[in-house]
């Protein structure tokens, strides 16, 4: 599943503000087209309607290719920085979870490497 968010963002050039679209996974396989998009550089970018200028936002995004087997999380550097960042992962790298929310997460979540 793909998902999707939108917000208002500022426009960093002319301080417009408009509704923008920050995607948080896409899986090219159900959604074939956002592959294209990913590769043209139209994920996660914001086009004012005012001034014209593009800008990327910089958030985590997970690509999930089910048919290559293949996915992979990205965050922005700045994360690094954050302690509180590293605290959401155990030392073999998978997600820390307490008992509730790995309840909710689901086995999948649980297992990338069975279904990431």
Not at 38 to 60: D, Q, R, S, Y
Request: aromatic share 10%; glycine share 6%; net charge negative.
């Amino acid at each position: 599943m793909s998902m999707a968010d939108s917000r208002p963002m500022q426009c960093p050039s002319c301080g417009n503000s408009q509704e923008a679209t920050f995607w948080q996974t896409i899986n090219v396989t159900v959604s074939p087209e956002l592959k294209q998009f990913l590769m043209k550089g139209t994920i996660n970018t914001f086009a004012c309607e005012k001034c014209g200028e593009k800008a990327f936002i910089n958030t985590p995004l997970m690509y999930h290719d089910m048919d290559q087997k293949f996915c992979v999380q990205y965050y922005p550097p700045e994360a690094l920085d954050d302690a509180q960042f590293f605290r959401q992962f155990n030392p073999d790298g998978s997600l820390a979870m307490d008992k509730n929310s790995a309840a909710l997460a689901g086995h999948h979540l649980a297992h990338p490497h069975k279904g990431c």
